[in-house]
């Protein structure tokens, strides 16, 4: 498992999304309320709010809350204005690192970025330096024994998935963005459980890593995604079960 889902695995094995659910709540508000005011606050005609509401709801998110950031999006309410920007960079080892990123300040998080990388063995770099390394995909992975693979090859093909891959106890199903909702639904509606499923970017390479930089490389990861204005952090390492077994 590389990159950004062997991230979505290590955080759901700490149990790190269950002990930050406020800021989690906080992250999602944001993207609610800048998609709505990108597309407007109907979720039929904006896939981007379509998205970030399932997002929400999968973390038991009020509906009032959901609703008011739909609101401050669309300026029926009062609300901040955030600024969308994209940061890439470098981490240990030269593992590429893109960042979403939604601030109200720009001078301020950049600066705050920029200390995280230097601080984790890392630089900020310019804009264009990795994003040609990660193609923007609709990934969902299924855990190996939750059901067979032919089934659920089956299942995904049928609905528009581009391929499908085994990997170690898992499946991992790759789709456009336009049909990654149409996938998604397929696998719900016959009730196989998803590990992970978001339109996410997944790296043309890996850099393995080993010993020291293990460690180092999920500090990185972990500083950079608590950060109040980052929204998403995709790297494109890999470390193998054997290295993760010794950080456990």
């Known amino acids: 498992m590389s990159g950004h889902s062997k991230w979505a695995s290590i955080k759901h094995k700490k149990g790190a999304l269950d002990a930050k659910r406020g800021k989690i709540f906080t992250k999602i ?3 609610i ?3 709505a005011r990108l597309g ?6 904006n896939p981007r709010l379509r998205t970030a509401i399932a997002a929400a709801k999968a973390e038991n998110m009020p509906k009032d809350n959901i609703e008011r950031a739909i609101k401050k999006g669309t300026g029926e309410l009062e609300g901040v204005n955030y600024e969308e920007t994209i940061y890439e960079g470098y981490g240990p080892a030269g593992v590429a690192v893109i960042l979403n990123v939604l601030t109200d300040n720009k001078n301020r998080t950049v600066a705050e970025i920029r200390s995280l990388f230097a601080k984790n063995g890392g630089n900020l770099g310019e804009a264009g330096c990795v994003s040609w ?14 059901v067979d693979e ?11 998935a581009e391929d499908m891959k085994t990997g170690e106890g898992e499946f991992e199903i ?4 336009e049909n990654f909702e149409k996938v998604k639904k397929a696998i719900d509606e016959n009730k196989i459980p998803a590990a992970f499923a978001e339109v996410t970017m997944v790296p043309q390479s890996y850099i393995k890593l080993t010993g020291q930089k293990v460690q180092q490389m999920l500090h990185l990861m972990e500083v950079l995604e608590d950060h109040d204005d980052v929204q998403k ?5 890999d470390i193998p079960d054997e290295e993760m077994a010794k950080t456990s």
Not at 233 to 237: G, I, L, Q, S, T
Request: a negative charge.
């Open 29 to 31: 508000i944001k993207e």
């Open 33 to 35: 309320a800048v998609a």
């Open 40 to 45: 407007g606050g109907d979720p039929e005609g």
């Open 133 to 146: 390394m990660f193609q923007k995909k609709g990934q969902i992975l299924v855990a190996a024994n939750a």
């Open 150 to 160: 032919e089934r659920l090859m089956t299942i995904a093909l049928d609905a528009g």
């Open 174 to 177: 790759i789709t456009t963005p």
């Open 233 to 237: 952090v995709y790297a494109n390492f």
